[in-house]
């Protein structure tokens, strides 16, 4: 069964910072694109950083320089360093593992930016 479970979300002052991991199960990890999406209320979800299974990462404008996306690959996990967070970055975010052939999903974990 491939399971891609979030945490770190949580609510956050302007400015601050927050850890997002994502610890997959089920899948031969080090195989996977992984990425960090978000959907804020009443928008589309949107594509926020990603590494590929050789460490290459990109980033959404709106988060570079300020946010980070890193891999494990021993311990499954792949990671969002949220740096300098700003109130549009209030969101639900998700985790996708992405192969050749498959493609999973998170359930998702919830970052709120508000004073």
């Known amino acids: 069964q491939v399971r891609l479970v979030e945490s770190g979300g949580g609510l956050v002052q302007p400015g601050g910072s927050l850890r997002l991991s994502c610890a997959a199960s089920?899948?031969?990890?080090?195989?996977?694109?992984m990425g960090w999406y978000r959907q804020a209320a009443g928008k589309q979800r949107e594509s926020v950083a990603s590494?590929?299974?050789?460490?290459?990462?990109r980033y959404a404008d709106s988060v570079k320089g300020r946010f980070t996306i890193s891999r494990d690959n021993a311990e499954e996990t792949v990671y969002l360093q949220m740096n300098s967070l700003k109130p549009e970055d209030t969101a639900v975010y998700y985790c996708?593992?992405?192969?050749?052939?498959?493609?999973?999903w998170g359930q998702g974990t919830q970052v709120t930016v508000s004073s």
């Open positions: 996708n593992a992405d192969s050749r052939f498959n493609n999973y």
């Open positions: 089920g899948i031969r990890f080090s195989i996977y694109h």
């Open positions: 590494i590929t299974n050789t460490g290459s990462t």
